[in-house]
Each structure stands twice: as C-alpha cells, then as structure tokens.
C-alpha cells in the first residue's frame, strides 16, 4: 500500500512539473505537449532533455516546430514496444478466452457421452411409456445444450478469427515501424542489414551486379556545435527526403547510423551506380537549409559518397567494407564528391589505412 502511494505522489509530481513547464513556456496544453513536458520530467529519456536544454539554452524557448521535431524524432519510436507489448497481452487473453469455451465444450460434450451411455442402459429395461418419455426429454434436453454449445463456440471461434487478423494487421504495421527510422522515414539499420542481405544472396544466385552507395553529410557536427540538435534533425531529414525523391523502384535505402546513409542498388553496375551516386549528391546539394524556429537561411548541405559493387567472393561485411573505404577517401580528398573502387583515391586510402 505504501508503495502504490509513493508512485501516486511521483506521478502526481511528474505531472505538476510537466503542467509547470507548458504553464511557463505559454505551450498549448494539447496531449503532445503534455507528453513531452512528462517524459522530461522523469528523466527517462536522456536524449529528450539533452535536446530540449540546448535549444532553450540557445533560443530561449521552443516553438511548435521545435515540439513536434522532438516528438517525433524521441518520442513516437518509444511507442513500437508499448505497442507490440498490448498487441501480445491482448492475442494471449483471445487465446486463453477461446481455451476456455473449448474446455468448457469438452466437458460437456464428455457429460453428454455419459447421459447417452446412462439413457441407453435404462431404455434396454424400461416397458413404462411415462419413464421412456421422461428419458427421451432428457436425452432432448442434454442435446440440445450440447447444440446451443457447439454454436456459441463456433460464432466464438469466428469471432476470435476476425480478432487474429486484425492482430496480426497490426503486428505487420508495427514490425514495419520498427523497421523504419522514425526521424527520416526511410529504412533503419536493422532493415538494411535484413535487405542487404537479400539483395546480396539474390544477386549471387542470379548472376547480377549489385551496387553499394554509403553517404556522409560532410561537417554534419558543425550544425549541431553551431546550430543545435533540432538544426542537426533537420539536416537529417533533407537529406532523407533527397534520396526518398530521388531513388526509386526497387533500390533499396536507409540510415545506416548517425549522419550516414546506405543505398542499395540491385541489377546495378559501377558505372550506373555512380551516376545515380551523383545525382544523389547534387539533389542533396541543390536543397537551401532553413532554420524553422527562425526561418534563417543556413546554407547548404553537401554529402561524400563512397560506391562498391558486389564480387563473386563477397559477403555483406566485405562489400560495405570497401564502400566506406571509398566514402572515406572522398571525405579525405575535399568532400562533397563521389568516389569508386576503381578510382585512384580508393587505393590511396587503403594504403593509409594498411600504414
């Protein structure tokens, strides 16, 4: 009992000082905002309140933007295991709802077995006609139980078929959630491990060329030491939309970690993939930056591209080896360019790395 009180009075306390802090600030006292403010008052998310006390820190306040920028980058993907979590509580008590009508209909129909073996013991020296008719109502009886049993169990049983498919509709939404990069909406590293991977076998199988892209956003911590995290999101986001409007069909993208993307191009040659590298680069490139709070003009955003194309020997570790290898040498060599494996600059950056 005294426990559950000293988590009421946290709550509560969490609560006063989210409600303190949208009072504060003249925040709308909307369920995003209050969401936010709760989270940063627990503490529980580290991320959350790094950001949040830099940008008041730096601007002194946070406007609607700024709210919705942290909510989506910190707070929606913490929601995926809440959810999975209510999905399995609610598939284990369909499964334990029906275990149950089914037990209940083995019984009875156990209890039937054994009315239908007592009733034909008493036929066989019944001669009265009012004590047949008795047994003859009862049998009736018995098996009409059995009957209405049967098709509650069955309008059950259709019931819980169509809970099970909406269970798993959702369970489909939620695995492709956590499959995907909630700041930038493309896919995350578990997802390009997983298709990478395909890609690879399939290209094997088929005799086909297959083609890396790794990209960088070059002086990516200089927006973020210089404008903050919020303006670091963001570089984040453009650069996600430019592949998501640039590459298409059945090529294949994601944020690899932090400031790093990858593109997988499957039926694709060096050469092909270089022009598509390029035309990455230059659409990243030809995007202004704008900061939303205050609507400054910050300039534009460029990447390094290192690009590799699959051998017969390779595996994934060993082809996104030589792909950061070249993502490296274009760093090294001025940025904001592509380089192969096949270009002089690769080779010069694996005898640094062997120096």
Same mark, same amino acid.
């Given at each position: 009992?005294?426990?559950?009180?000293? %988590?009421?009075?946290?709550?509560?306390? !969490?609560?006063?000082?989210?409600?303190?802090?949208?009072?504060?600030?003249?925040?709308?006292?909307?369920? &995003?905002?209050?969401?936010?403010?709760?989270?940063?008052?627990?503490?529980?998310?580290?991320?959350?309140?790094?950001?949040?006390?830099?940008?008041?820190?730096?601007?002194?306040?946070? =406007?609607? %933007?700024?709210?919705?920028?942290?909510?989506?980058?910190?707070?929606?993907?913490?929601?995926?295991?809440?959810?999975?979590?209510?999905?399995?509580?609610?598939?284990?008590?369909?499964?334990? %709802?029906?275990?149950?009508?089914?037990?209940?209909?083995?019984?009875?129909?156990?209890?039937?077995?054994?009315?239908?073996?007592?009733?034909?013991?008493?036929?066989?020296?019944?001669?009265?006609?009012? +004590?047949?008719?008795?047994?003859?109502? /009862?049998?009736?009886?018995?098996?009409?139980?059995?009957?209405?049993?049967?098709?509650?169990?069955?309008?059950?049983?259709? !019931?819980?078929?169509?809970?099970?498919?909406?269970?798993?509709?959702?369970?489909?939404?939620?695995?492709?959630?956590?499959?995907?990069?909630?700041?930038?909406?493309?896919?995350?590293?578990?997802? !390009?491990?997983? +298709?990478?991977?395909?890609?690879?076998?399939?290209?094997?199988?088929?005799?086909?060329?297959?083609?890396?892209?790794?990209?960088?956003?070059?002086?990516?911590?200089?927006? =973020?030491?210089?404008?903050?995290?919020?303006?670091?999101?963001?570089?984040? &986001?453009?650069?996600?939309?430019?592949?998501?409007?640039?590459?298409?069909?059945?090529?294949?993208?994601?944020?690899?970690?932090?400031?790093?993307? +990858?593109?997988?191009?499957? /039926?694709?040659?060096? &050469?092909?993939?270089?022009?598509?590298?390029?035309?990455?680069?230059?659409?990243?490139?030809?995007?202004?930056?704008?900061?939303?709070?205050?609507?400054?003009?910050?300039?534009?955003?460029?990447?390094?591209?290192?690009?590799?194309?699959?051998?017969?020997? %390779?595996?994934?570790?060993?082809?996104?080896?030589?792909?950061?290898?070249?993502?490296?040498?274009?760093?090294? =060599?001025?940025?904001?360019?592509?380089?192969?494996?096949?270009?002089?600059?690769?080779?010069?950056?694996?005898? !640094?790395?062997?120096?």
């Amino acid at each position: 009992m005294t426990a559950s009180l000293d %988590d009421l009075e946290r709550t509560l306390a !969490f609560a006063e000082i989210a409600l303190g802090q949208i009072r504060s600030l003249r925040h709308r006292a909307v369920p &995003r905002n209050y969401e936010i403010w709760y989270v940063y008052a627990t503490g529980y998310n580290p991320a959350l309140n790094r950001v949040i006390n830099e940008t008041l820190a730096r601007n002194g306040r946070l =406007n609607d %933007d700024d709210l919705d920028q942290i909510h989506d980058s910190y707070l929606s993907q913490t929601r995926v295991t809440d959810r999975i979590d209510q999905v399995g509580a609610r598939v284990i008590g369909e499964i334990d %709802d029906v275990m149950t009508l089914i037990n209940d209909a083995i019984n009875i129909t156990v209890d039937f077995n054994a009315s239908l073996a007592g009733a034909g013991k008493q036929l066989a020296g019944v001669h009265n006609p009012s +004590a047949l008719k008795t047994i003859v109502e /009862n049998l009736i009886k018995t098996t009409r139980e059995v009957h209405d049993t049967n098709k509650a169990l069955e309008a059950r049983l259709l !019931f819980s078929r169509s809970e099970v498919s909406v269970l798993q509709q959702s369970l489909e939404a939620i695995r492709a959630e956590s499959l995907t990069d909630p700041l930038t909406a493309l896919g995350n590293r578990k997802y !390009f491990d997983r +298709a990478l991977g395909t890609a690879i076998e399939s290209a094997h199988k088929r005799g086909e060329p297959l083609s890396l892209m790794m990209l960088d956003i070059d002086h990516f911590k200089s927006f =973020n030491d210089n404008y903050g995290h919020l303006t670091g999101d963001q570089v984040l &986001r453009l650069v996600g939309m430019s592949l998501k409007q640039t590459i298409k069909g059945q090529d294949i993208t994601a944020r690899y970690g932090g400031e790093e993307f +990858a593109v997988v191009l499957p /039926n694709t040659p060096l &050469r092909q993939a270089l022009t598509v590298a390029d035309h990455i680069r230059r659409a990243v490139m030809s995007k202004e930056l704008k900061k939303k709070s205050t609507g400054e003009i910050l300039g534009r955003v460029t990447i390094s591209v290192g690009v590799a194309m699959l051998t017969h020997s %390779d595996d994934m570790d060993s082809l996104i080896g030589r792909a950061d290898a070249c993502l490296y040498a274009a760093k090294r =060599n001025g940025r904001n360019r592509v380089i192969c494996e096949v270009d002089p600059e690769y080779q010069s950056e694996i005898t !640094f790395q062997v120096a």
